[in-house]
């Protein structure tokens, strides 16, 4: 079977998987899931740049993600007048004698010797830096978190629409890859796991603490659409009217009266699958400009030149190519598009929870996303950001199915009969293991692995 047909009959069944889901389910659930398959798509596709490019071992995958979500309370939520008026002098008197503190550290450790004196003024320089930084950034801070901390407490945002936020979660995540890598890229490749995975949870436990910045634990809820709101539509002449046309056949059968109440219901339901449609355009054109994006750079030069890095580093170094900055590349390229599916995943739920980002948890599925979907291979990539989400969101409602089939002869009281069904909601562990094993086991290249395409020879 040709990889273009396989592609095919994948994509095929995941269609067919959330039709089913959409008829015996809801179509609001099928809707859901798939919105949520195309973040995660899009997440999937900066870690295969990463790893299927260039073999980066990057386990900070929910660190930069978490910094897309926080670019979209600094770009949505309006700002708060009291609190910068409260801080915003001593907060910027902080940011300079920090900004002051690392000008001066690089300016010792490029002027001065290596030796006991470099590390010396380095010492004195930090510590000093940061000493005086910290002298102003406190009361600000404390100023800051004073004003009505139970509905504020932070100093908000630019007010600007938060579809922004999608590109400006990428230059944060990508600003924060490059320092990143400028330190951790010369490491060897556990090393650079262990190193992102230590990075991903400082920025969450700032993002958690921090409370001027996105209030912390307290979260930020209520952000700004990029699509309608649901009771805008249900009182909207024209969208009850798309409702009652749809719907013709099921009210003509019934009375006026009966019909008024059918109608109101069908527009609620309506409403809320309509606002889930536009989030699925929003999030498929993004997913596509990406992915097009992602297949144009993997079939040039540059990504031929990056696999080459990838299969041999001391061969490509030996032909002249710097090795060290194309990693940094396709690192900070990579953390950029998670840095923008961080920002979209914050945009559908509405509201901004640090204490979500479970670095070891969600950043296993999005890697189990790539190795099942097939590393190197974009819309294996895809693919498994479509099955994995699938599978993860479904396997609860499906344990328990089986639970209550497997435990049918029991006795409804049995208490093994109660253990199990109450603990179904495990079996997404144990689908997932599964769905891994089996991938691996018969698919060693994923589902739809990399095709190497090879040169023939002319001569």
């Not at 039709?19 to 809801?26: D, L, R």
């Not at 949520?36 to 740049?49: E, F, K, P, Q």
């Not at 895809?382 to 328990?400: D, K, Q, S, T, Y």
């Amino acid at each position: 079977m040709t990889n273009t047909r396989k592609t095919q009959l994948a994509f095929a069944a995941i269609a067919v998987l959330l039709m089913i889901i959409g008829f015996a389910q809801s179509w609001n659930v099928s809707l859901g899931i798939l919105n949520l398959c195309l973040i995660s798509a899009v997440m999937a596709l900066g870690v295969n740049m990463q790893w299927g490019y260039a073999g980066l071992l990057n386990v900070g995958v929910m660190g930069f993600a978490a910094l897309g979500g926080m670019s979209a309370v600094l770009v949505s939520q309006a700002p708060i007048v009291e609190a910068w008026n409260a801080g915003w002098e001593r907060l910027f008197i902080a940011a300079f004698c920090f900004g002051g503190t690392i000008a001066a550290t690089v300016f010792c450790y490029r002027k001065l010797a290596p030796g006991r004196n470099r590390n010396l003024a380095l010492t004195l320089v930090i510590v000093a830096g940061l000493s005086l930084t910290r002298v102003f950034l406190d009361p600000a801070i404390s100023s800051i978190e004073a004003i009505e901390p139970a509905k504020t407490g932070f100093l908000g945002g630019l007010g600007l629409p938060i579809i922004f936020s999608w590109l400006v979660g990428g230059f944060v995540a990508a600003g924060i890859a490059w320092c990143i890598g400028k330190v951790a890229l010369g490491l060897r490749a556990d090393y650079l796991a262990i190193a992102t995975l230590g990075i991903s949870e400082i920025i969450i436990a700032v993002l958690k603490n921090e409370d001027w910045l996105t209030r912390g634990v307290k979260n930020v809820t209520g952000l700004s659409r990029p699509v309608p709101y649901e009771i805008d539509l249900q009182a909207s002449d024209w969208f009850i009217d798309l409702m009652r046309w749809w719907h013709s056949g099921s009210l003509a059968a019934i009375d006026a009266s009966a019909g008024q109440q059918a109608l109101k219901q069908f527009v609620i339901d309506g409403s809320s699958i309509f606002v889930k449609l536009c989030y699925t355009g929003l999030f498929a054109g993004v997913l596509i400009v990406v992915l097009l994006l992602s297949v144009r750079a993997l079939n040039s030069p540059w990504g031929r030149m990056m696999r080459a890095i990838r299969d041999n580093e001391i061969a490509a170094g030996a032909m002249g190519k710097d090795v060290t900055r194309r990693h940094l590349e396709i690192f900070v390229i990579g953390s950029a598009v998670i840095g923008i599916a961080g920002a979209m995943l914050t945009t559908l739920d509405g509201q901004f929870t640090p204490t979500s980002y479970q670095p070891l948890r969600f950043t296993f599925l999005i890697w189990v996303m790539v190795i099942v979907g097939g590393s190197g291979n974009n819309m294996g990539s895809v693919l498994g950001g479509f099955l994995i989400w699938l599978v993860w969101i479904e396997a609860e409602p499906v344990g328990v199915w089986m639970m209550q089939a497997g435990t049918g002869w029991l006795d409804e009281s049995n208490a093994l009969r109660l253990h199990l069904i109450e603990n179904a909601q495990h079996m997404r562990l144990f689908f997932m293991g599964l769905v891994l094993l089996l991938v691996l086991r018969f698919s060693p290249g994923g589902i739809l692995p990399e095709v190497v395409r090879k040169q023939k020879n002319t001569v």
